[in-house]
């Protein structure tokens, strides 16, 4: 099954950008009268008809299906990007394959990495929602600091935060036991030289629940993956 | 931590290769007198004493630990390598951070790579259990066909096939709730075009039990971390 993306869906119509219409319509051939399949980004599938090919391609809606294989949580990742920026491109793919909502990049005390540009990650989660047949595109946020998403974070959440050195943690499925669907939860996970203790201390402070990932040690990108396995997991049947 | 590897261990004497002994002697400049920690790839971690430097190296045996850094259970992955290498040797080094013991290249009826070379994803295997730090370096097999694989399964050991078009299934989460620790775990992980429905029929007859993975739709590489990552929360605490 192919997807498209739209952000120009109004009046039961959708316009395919220039980039989009020319996969749909040059690569893939489609013709006038095809029915394609279109997400929002937002989480609505629409099943449409092609009306008009050119440039940019219109589509009229025959049905759409919102929450279009969605999971039942809400999955925001705070990630220090690693120093090899492919790990955590890697990264970014697998957990929108997985499920996540937010992706947050961090910069952390300790972080090598101290800029980070969105653009690449943000068509990286576009086009690994698409090919996972999801229809919300996850939200790629500016890079921040660490200490000052901490402050921001929304009280309401199950909040952790993943360190690897000492100190009282449980394991991040201890942490989510009993969470109910549609539970919000947040898990920072810190650079290759780990969170300081500084920050780890603040999280705490502010409600986080310090946790660990398990026995393994595991490189910060797989870290991350494994968080979004282990909200993944928490409720799966 | 680094950690270097030796399959020559004998006398209370680890002997270093051409290879581990120039990245120890001339990349990290060890000299006699230093302490190396080395891995059998058997699962011991010897902490020795440099005696001598040269071509191959010489190391006295200090200490040793057994079972350094092991999982509590013993996981096979039977994976068709995807038609993009790249991904497939992301999953072996992803699958032994996380925890794996022996993987097996599977050619199934729909798997459009056909051939599959296994020397660089032992390489991958044995950088990727020394940069996680465990003892045991986990053995890839040499490629066979699903079928073949099926009929020669232990008949003792948690066996699973995940495949993707219908059936009867249960989630990887339900299939490994009551496996004690110790207990041998295989999952069979499908190409692109997924496991033929007479390979699925085989495995059940031969007792795997057919999972799924969950809702989300996820790349064969993607899948094969997942059922590593399943295994790894079931025993974890």
Sequence with gaps: MEVFFSDRIEDGRVILSEEESNHCTRVLRHKVGDEISVIDGEGTLYMCRLIRVGKESEAEIIESVS?????????????????????????????VEIGVDEIVPLIGDRSERKVYKKERAERIALSAAKQSLKGAVPLIHDPQSVSSYIMAAPSDAVKMIAYCFDGNKISIK?????????????????????????EAASAISRGFIPVHLGDSRLRTETAAVTAAEAVYFNFMK
């Design 174 to 198: 201890k942490a989510l036991e009993g969470a109910p669907e549609g539970s919000e939860i947040i898990v920072l996970i810190g650079p290759e030289g780990d969170f300081s203790p500084a």
């Design 67 to 95: 929450s279009w294989h969605s999971h039942p949580y809400r999955l925001i990742l705070g990630v220090c990007p690693t120093k090899n920026n492919d790990r955590f491109e890697w990264f970014v793919e697998k957990a």
